[in-house]
Nanobody, 129 residues
């Protein structure tokens, strides 16, 4: 049974950092693309970042970022822990949202939510002073 569990969200001041975790079970993360999405109240779900499959090789896989988070967020994968991380630095109030991880990436673009088959329950990130 495929399961994704996000953790690491919370309240942080502008300029602060958080690291989100996406713990996977029922499949091996290095054989699938894993995406991070976020959804703010009243807004559509948007793609934040994605790490492609490494197909079990020693490579890290390709990474993708939304323009709004480039240079501030970093996605990574720990195969031993079957977990994908999203390190978020220099956080801004506009980063406030529920963050979800998902497995798939079969859409026409990495940030198309339709291309993801399974989703976690989400973790709240609030950036506020």
């Amino acid at each position: 049974q495929v399961q994704l569990v996000e953790s690491g969200g919370g309240l942080v001041q502008p300029g602060g950092s958080l690291r989100l975790s996406c713990a996977a079970s029922g499949f091996t993360v290095d054989y699938y693309a894993i995406g991070w999405f976020r959804q703010a109240p009243g807004k559509e779900r948007e793609g934040v970042s994605c790490i492609s499959s490494s197909d079990g090789s020693t490579s890290d896989g390709s990474t993708y970022y939304a323009d709004s988070v480039k240079g501030r967020f970093t996605i990574s994968r720990d195969n031993a822990k079957n977990t994908v991380y999203l390190q978020m630095n220099s956080l801004k109030p506009e980063d406030t949202a529920v963050y979800y991880c998902a497995v798939g990436g079969y859409g026409s673009t990495w940030n198309d939510p339709i291309g993801y088959d399974y989703w976690g329950q989400g973790t709240q990130v609030t950036v506020s002073s």
